[in-house]
């Protein structure tokens, strides 16, 4: 059964806002759905029950209780991999304060500790690299959490969640490109038309179209000589009609009920359907509005009434 959510303070929202801002697809997102923080001054997210008995010194925090639930699965293991994290912590201090009462400083100082005992602990390779590029991320350390990411994906290439590890490695540097390229690669290694694979392609499109084209047009579907010589897209980022029926796919995997689908769903639709995309704006801004977010509310309902407008005059 899912823990229940509590009430988080404003003072705690900036600071897990602060050192958990990567966690998900957004700075200062929900940890399920990736939904971004409420602005300063709105009612916050709610910490995770669970995390305040565990008394984590940083909760996680979700946008409403129905993401807890749905998400809960994965929480639980991240749950797992933190007992874990805390036990080997525990381990090395006990090693460092060792290691220093024989006067061996040099050898064994807390961080090479700490280190060994992550790896003593680990009962996966894989998911003590994914684990330790977490932490370099959440530090600021984006070389790194590359870079373990990277160790990850050669040790078993076909498990999709390192793949998600790299590319949020990526879009902390700033490195759109290659962040959608790792996003797509993470989707094809998902069950198609799950919330996993559904998220992955949200995150790999949302990518693609930050990322700055060469022509300066910032069209997604540009095929000038010099937006050619980029990285090729996926096949449903060829052109508009496929990006259509891809959106079509997101929203069916996560029951329409993702503000962030809706919005893809209605950009896919923008030039091809004004009708459509507008509704799909407002769908977003009634699921934002739900989710507490009145920036991305705001935002979208402008979309929606843009595409009106588009559509009256067409």
């Not at 459509?276 to 309902?301: C, I, P």
Request: aromatic fraction near 8%.
């Amino acid at each position: 059964m899912a823990p229940k959510l509590m009430t988080m303070s404003s003072g705690d929202a900036r600071l897990f806002a602060a050192m958990w801002g990567l966690q998900g697809f957004g700075a200062g997102s929900c940890w399920g759905c990736g939904a971004p923080a409420p602005p300063p001054g709105e009612k916050p997210f709610s910490k995770c029950g669970a995390c305040v008995d565990k008394k984590y010194s940083v909760p996680a925090s979700f946008c409403s209780p129905g993401c807890l639930k749905h998400h809960w699965p994965e929480h639980r293991k991240w749950h797992k991999e933190k007992e874990r994290e805390i036990a080997a912590q525990k381990i090395a201090t006990q090693i460092s304060k060792t290691s220093r009462s024989v006067g061996e400083d040099d050898v064994c100082d807390a961080k090479s500790s700490a280190k060994y005992a992550r790896e003593l602990e680990a009962k996966d390779e894989y998911e003590r690299l994914e684990a330790v590029a977490d932490r370099e991320l959440s530090g600021g350390d984006y070389k790194a959490a590359v870079k373990l990411a990277k160790k990850a994906i050669k040790l078993e290439p076909d498990r999709p969640s390192a793949h998600v590890a790299l590319a949020n490695a990526y879009l902390a540097s700033n490195d759109y490109l290659r962040a959608s390229h790792s996003a797509a690669a993470a989707m094809e290694r998902y069950p198609p038309d799950t919330q996993c694979w559904a998220g992955s392609a949200r995150f790999a499109w949302a990518t693609r179209r930050q990322a700055p084209t060469p022509c300066g047009s910032g069209d997604i579907f540009c095929d000038c000589d010099a937006c050619a010589a980029l990285p090729e897209k996926p096949e449903w980022m060829a052109s508009p009609q496929a990006l259509v029926a891809m959106a079509e796919r997101v929203v069916a995997a996560d029951s329409a009920e993702d503000a962030n689908a809706w919005v893809m769903h209605g950009h896919a639709h923008e030039g091809l359907d004004w009708a459509t995309a507008a509704r799909s704006y407002t769908s977003a801004a009634r699921l934002f509005g739900v989710n507490g977010d009145k920036e991305f509310q705001t935002l979208s309902q402008a979309n929606a009434q843009r595409c009106r407008k588009a559509c009256r005059s067409c």
